[in-house]
């Protein structure tokens, strides 16, 4: 009877402790499931990592204008740019496009050679430009996408005879 006893002791005791490990475990388990819980964050960040997308919107307008003078991207990314004029003047009084120049190309050379060249909506011949839009008129939209340049700071404009002294800005790459 005492062995039966102790026997039933001992079983008590082990089921207790083997309890107690249960509970041990799933507390353990829970900042598992927390850093589980992480990885499928990082997991959806890492396709885009590489070539991250940015879509950016600018505006001209009948007074010569581009709502924006900056815009700002990270190096690397895949930009997607809409040009939109919101006027309702013609292409060939009123056109306007977005030319976004290289570094190191003067604003005013390329404007005088874009000035040359209406036979090519404005965008001269030769290697000057990073990206650029159609050239459109009022009620018009295009839209582009190409790959930010290294970081720095670029220069784009309307390239439309007469038009980059207002229509220019900044193209910062972060
Ligand atoms: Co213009």
New binding site residues.
Partial sequence: MKKLMIAAVAGLVLASCGGEKVSESTEQTTPTAAQEATQPESTVEEPAAPTSQVTLTLE?NDQ?RFDKTELKVAAGAEVTLTLTHVGSMGKEV????FVLLKDGVSVESFASKAARAKDNDYIPEGDDVIAHTKLIGGGESDTITFVAPAPGTYEFI?S?PG?YGL?KGTFVVE
Wanted: charged letters at 0%; glycine letters at 20%; proline letters at 0%.
């Fill in positions: 001209g010569m009123m056109g306007h496009n309307c439309f038009h229509m």
